[in-house]
T-cell receptor
Framework: DAKTTQPPSMDCAEGRAANLPCNHS???????VYWYRQIHSQGPQYIIH???NNETNEMASLIITEDRKSSTLILPHATLRDTAVYYC?????????????????FGKGTKLSVKP | ETGVTQTPRHLVMGMTNKKSLKCEQH?????MYWYKQSAKKPLELMFV???????ENNSVPSRFSPECPNSSHLFLHLHTLQPEDSALYLC?????????????FGQGTRLTVV
């Protein structure tokens, strides 16, 4: 089962920042937070990931709370092409070979609709 | 273009047919995955291969048979499927199974069982 909780849907106006929340209150110290998105009928696309510190790349920023129990994905200037389902996933960082906790387990995600 | 290529993109097959889905990556990754995405359901992890060894089989029915002949290729052999097996089948690869590695997904094969 997915170890994260996300709102099922959100709307955002084009050009504004989209802030997508994720709760992962049972996250372990050795687990990363990953974000992927899936545009309709395509394969999921990696966005960003982090362990403790906030991260930024060309697509988005990831803000992780100090207790690591929640995070927020920020798309600074949303466009219509950002309309997609966004998945927040926790995934173990280090473990013995052959275990399953390193697998990407997807939940239902948040359907983000960017409107003109 | 993610570097993970799946063929065919669309497949219609009868319940008595045998078909295979193919996934290919030339990213130098050593872990490959099959996922299933049914309508209005989350992606379900089916199989995981790491260095050509199967490390995960998520209680998948035997009518789905994976094969990983080398680190660059992954197949999903299908036989005597049911209509409820109609779904988007996605392949992914990553440098390793664990933490600090992102996974790259193919565009998927849209399978319809009639």
């Amino acid at each position: 089962d997915a170890k994260t909780t996300q709102p099922p849907s959100m709307d955002c106006a084009e050009g504004r920042a989209a802030n997508l929340p994720c709760n992962h209150s049972t996250i372990s110290g050795n687990e990363y937070v990953y974000w992927y998105r899936q545009i309709h009928s395509q394969g999921p696309q990696y966005i960003i990931h982090g362990l403790k510190n906030n991260e930024t790349n060309e697509m988005a920023s990831l803000i992780i709370t100090e207790d690591r129990k929640s995070s927020t994905l920020i798309l600074p200037h949303a466009t219509l092409r950002d309309t997609a389902v966004y998945y927040c996933i926790v995934r173990v960082a280090f473990m013995n070979y052959g275990g399953s906790q390193g697998n990407l387990i997807f939940g239902k995600g948040t359907k983000l609709s960017v409107k003109p | 273009e993610t570097g993970v290529t799946q063929t065919p993109r669309h497949l219609v097959m009868g319940m008595t047919n045998k078909k295979s889905l193919k996934c290919e990556q030339h990213l130098g990754h050593n872990a490959m995955y099959w996922y299933k995405q049914s309508a209005k359901k989350p992606l379900e992890l089916m199989f995981v291969y790491n260095f050509k060894e199967q490390t995960e089989n998520n209680s998948v029915p035997s009518r789905f048979s994976p094969e990983c002949p080398n680190s660059s290729h992954l197949f999903l052999h299908l036989h005597t499927l049911q209509p409820e097996d109609s779904a988007l089948y996605l392949c992914a690869s990553s440098q390793g199974e664990l933490g600090n590695t992102e996974a790259f997904f193919g565009q998927g094969t849209r399978l319809t069982v009639v």
